[in-house]
């Protein structure tokens, strides 16, 4: 490939994976160009990841393949926590089909179906593009803040010629051994030792004859998991002891010998191998995230060990996190000072799973055999407490820490930094849809009282849709309140409910809470002016020189 000037790109996303491609998709819907450049021309073929959560879930809603991608996941119904000889110590399930964010809380999936899916997703948004069999050798990020074009070395791996390209951004969604991290001078953190363990993937027509959740062996001699991932798809985690090399446990028969407990009676002619793979789990994090406009996402910024999941959905949280900001900033509604609160954000968030990861790793499978004696007798004691389920199996995503984009929480009202839950909302026809089809892309506030035009005028600097939701505690004596109580759907409700005594929500476009308002004490009130003078201290991020977004604001009752 020739070319007699370099190409310029808006964004360059480095990596094809979920992250790069959630990243790449959520910039096209707001409106910004981006081209992926991905060495592999094909998804890569055998299963990674295999858990992402509601929240991460709420994420592929917002990349438009939710309804696809239900169809191919399976919700996990809880977890078992075994001793060695694998009798029950705990187990905690999932009676609720749909956790708080619109979505089953666990989903069971296979990473390669999962990624063709947003793949085949690109078709519907022109302003991606995707080129695998592309290899990035080299890249040149400019100084901090100065918004030059990043120059980006591109090798086809088929023909070997090489071209340069100019980015007005780029996005190292590449992997552990990420270029982009060493380019701008990144180097990993240690949270933890690492640990070797062995992922063995198996497909079997026959259902297993085992409890249909997650199993977790807190063995310290042998630690193990095991889960079903699809109708015929099964994995086992085993971490190997200290000097075990993998290869003996990968011949057939020790393999076999090691899944035995969950397959009895199964033929072994039906248990079909589909990898064995040693890998090293690690807790990192990268110490600097961002040079000017060149960022880290996913593995390349933090690794987890998988304890509670949440490898891929980081990296994907990483991108729902910056995707809005870039795309601001890229189209002048923003300043390059926008970008600092990724890092700010992110960083911290990251690095607070990947502890609570090595805290129940070690609190699972650690220790001697006095540590284990003590788990073997807590465990069942835990299990039997009123709400146990409901807490060892809850989100685990902490807020983000008060910083200019979450500002600080007032008594009663929805804590800033908190992703907004997602009940079904009636549509003007009466259909019900999750709220976050009808907030659109951008900010949005939920509010239960008439704006002042003080929050009227920050609503249209930013572009926010406005959702007006039926408060019955608003209504005035003798005006029908319990007749309207009555009749309230039940998501309006639950979305009232969650408001306390806030009257009105400011969500920023990845539905994180920015800040909020106070209710009226007098029905014919309005709300807002409280708001709008916290917005003194981080409006200028978002609005550059106060320019207003175009239009009027979208008013939605």
């Not at 805290?359 to 055999?369: D, E, L, P, Q």
């Not at 008439?450 to 009227?456: I, K, N």
């Not at 009555?486 to 409700?493: I, K, Q, V």
Request: hydrophobic share 40%; proline share 9%; net charge positive.
């Amino acid at each position: 490939m020739t070319a007699t000037a370099p190409e310029h790109v808006p964004v360059v996303v480095i990596g094809a994976g979920p992250t790069g491609l959630t990243a790449a998709t959520l910039l096209a819907r707001h409106g910004v160009p981006a081209l992926v450049l991905e060495r592999h021309r094909a998804p890569y073929p055998l299963p990674r990841a295999v858990h992402l959560d509601d929240e991460v879930h709420r994420i592929l809603q917002a990349v438009g393949i939710h309804e696809a991608f239900g169809a191919i996941t399976r919700p996990a119904r809880g977890m078992r926590l075994l001793d060695g000889s694998h009798r029950v110590l705990a187990e905690f399930r999932r009676d609720n089909p749909c956790g708080r964010y619109g979505f089953p809380e666990a989903n069971m999936f296979d990473q390669p179906a999962l990624e063709q899916l947003m793949r085949d997703n690109l078709t519907e948004h022109p302003l991606v593009t995707l080129r695998g069999g592309m290899e990035v050798t080299a890249l040149t990020p400019s100084p901090d803040s100065c918004g030059a074009p990043v120059p980006v070395t591109v090798r086809d791996v088929d023909t070997g010629v090489t071209r340069t390209l100019l980015a007005d951004a780029v996005l190292g969604c590449d992997g552990a051994g990420s270029l982009v991290r060493a380019a701008i001078g990144s180097r990993m953190q240690d949270l933890a030792a690492p640990q070797q363990w062995l992922v063995v993937d198996i497909r079997c027509r026959l259902p297993l004859p085992a409890w249909d959740g997650v199993h977790q062996i807190c063995d310290p001699r042998r630690a193990a998991t095991y889960m079903r991932v699809g109708e015929d798809r099964y994995r086992w985690e085993f971490r190997l002891r200290t000097g075990e090399r993998p290869e003996e446990l990968t011949d057939r028969e020790r393999l076999l010998a090691l899944i035995a407990p969950w397959t009895p009676g199964i033929p072994e002619d039906e248990l079909h191998v589909l990898r064995t793979a040693s890998y090293t789990f690690r807790a990192q994090v990268a110490d600097r995230w961002r040079q000017g406009r060149v960022f880290l996402l996913g593995d390349a910024a933090h690794l987890t060990p998988p304890f509670i999941g949440q490898g891929m959905g980081a990296g994907m949280r990483d991108a729902h996190n910056l995707a809005w900001k870039l795309a601001r900033v890229l189209t002048g509604r923003a300043g390059e000072t926008l970008l600092d609160t990724y890092q700010a954000e992110r960083h911290r968030h990251a690095r607070q799973l990947i502890r609570t990861a090595v805290a129940v790793g070690a609190v699972m499978t650690g220790g001697g055999t006095a540590t284990t004696l003590i788990r073997n007798a807590v465990l069942p004691v835990l299990s039997r407490l009123p709400g146990a389920s409901r807490l060892v199996l809850s989100a685990v995503s902490p807020p983000l820490r008060p910083a200019p984009l979450t500002c600080s929480r007032r008594p009663g009202h929805p804590r800033p930094g908190t992703l907004c839950p997602q009940p079904l909302l009636p549509d003007a026809e009466g259909t019900p849809r999750l709220l976050d089809d009808r907030l659109g892309e951008g900010f949005a506030v939920l509010a239960t009282a008439p704006l002042s035009p003080a929050l009227h005028a920050l609503v249209r600097a930013l572009g926010a849709r406005v959702i007006h939701l039926h408060d019955a505690r608003r209504q005035p004596p003798g005006t029908g309140g319990a007749e309207h109580r009555a009749e309230a759907d039940p998501g309006t409700s639950a979305l009232v409910r969650w408001m306390g005594t806030a009257g009105a929500v400011l969500l920023r476009p990845d539905r994180v809470v920015l800040a909020t308002a106070a209710r009226p004490r007098r029905p014919d009130a309005t709300c807002g002016d409280d708001l709008a003078a916290t917005s003194a201290a981080w409006a200028p991020l978002l609005c550059s020189s106060g320019r207003a977004a175009e239009g009027t604001p979208t008013v939605v009752t």
